[in-house]
């Protein structure tokens, strides 16, 4: 039976709720409602006082799972929107991440952000803030672009001893389907060649996965063979598969939905140039959405994050360097 993105979301967090009695969700409406988007639909009833409704303050949400996480237990916490998860930064970056290092305790909690962005969303639900976690030692940031990761990874993030910012995005929740739930996972931390190329290397990671795979079938038809990077995690990353993939190929584009300044885009093309600077036969390239706030309209928000076709049109332009 298929099973979508978002139900192997709800089926990892059924699964260590079940398994591991410190477990417990808490976040807005995620017991009795199920969750702005659902992913926690049925669980509170079949996980009685596990799964509970917090108030409408992300700061208190956060600032409650590290104390909770002090004395042992490990909160699932689920921000409505990505974008919200800006009123809890302190306590993210400056209690949780800190705290092993500060204490020698452990913290192990995991932050859900329904990330990216959808038609009409606009620029208060539409974030990817990948990018601002991960400057962050002692935060774990997964990037799940596929419902078997979506599914290991969360199980794997729960059971860490390391706070995990676990990025989710919500244009995959209905749109991706599988087959199944996987029995095997790839370790989080490394990436994964989606579709393997000898002309270009192009690293990515979640919904643009699926952008760059639609690319590189398309330019195939004209005699291109495009390799696909699935970063998986952001922080860690997978340097060595990057490096390995550009020695195959000697030309990379990295593609990302998130603001351009300072984002995961500029760090994999600042690793290539500083380990891999001789694998290359062209300029390193970056691609992601429009330096601005994200727009409302439909056709600006098009306009605003990369497509397949802006893509493409970078693929192109770099394969001709």
């Known amino acids: 039976m298929a099973i979508t993105y978002l139900e192997a979301i709800r089926e990892a967090q059924a699964k260590v709720l079940a398994e591991n009695d410190t477990v417990y969700i808490y ?3 995620v017991a009795e409602f199920g969750g702005a988007f659902k992913a926690t639909k049925g669980l509170a009833e079949r996980f009685p006082g596990r799964v509970v409704d917090s108030p409408i303050s992300e700061d208190a949400m956060i600032g409650s799972a590290v104390g909770a996480a002090i004395e042992g237990m490990r909160p699932i916490i689920e921000m409505q929107f990505a974008d919200f ?3 809890a930064f302190n306590q993210i970056v400056n209690q949780a991440a800190t705290l092993y290092y500060r204490t020698g305790t452990p913290c192990p909690l995991v932050v859900r952000l329904p990330s990216g962005g959808t038609e009409g969303s606009g620029p208060f639900h539409s974030q990817n803030l990948e990018s601002i976690y991960a400057h962050y030692p002692g935060l774990v940031v997964m990037t799940p672009a596929t419902v078997d990761d979506a599914y290991t990874m969360f199980i794997e993030a729960v059971e860490l001893d390391d706070p995990v910012i676990f990025c989710e995005h919500k244009f995959l929740y209905y749109h991706l ?12 931390g490394r990436a994964r060649i989606a579709r393997a190329g000898r002309h270009a290397t192009v690293v990515t990671y979640s919904a643009m996965v699926h952008e760059c795979l639609q690319v590189a079938r398309d330019l195939e038809a004209e005699g291109w063979d495009i390799e696909i990077v699935d970063l998986r995690s952001v922080k860690p990353i997978d340097t060595d598969t990057i490096l390995a993939s550009v020695a195959r ?73």
């Not at 389907?177 to 989080?188: A, H, M, Y």
């Open 85 to 87: 998860s800006s009123i």
């Open 27 to 29: 976040g807005q409406d």
């Open 249 to 321: 190929t000697g030309r990379i584009l990295a593609v990302g939905e998130g603001f351009p300044w300072g984002g995961v885009t500029a760090e994999v093309v600042a690793r290539v140039v500083s380990d891999g600077f001789h694998l290359l036969d062209a300029p390193p390239q970056r691609h992601n959405c429009r330096d601005t706030p994200i727009p409302y309209h439909p056709n600006l928000w098009k306009a605003h994050r990369p497509t397949a076709q802006s893509i493409k049109d970078a693929v192109r332009g770099l394969l001709h360097r």
């Open 177 to 188: 389907k599988s087959e199944g739930l996987p029995e095997e996972n790839i370790p989080f």
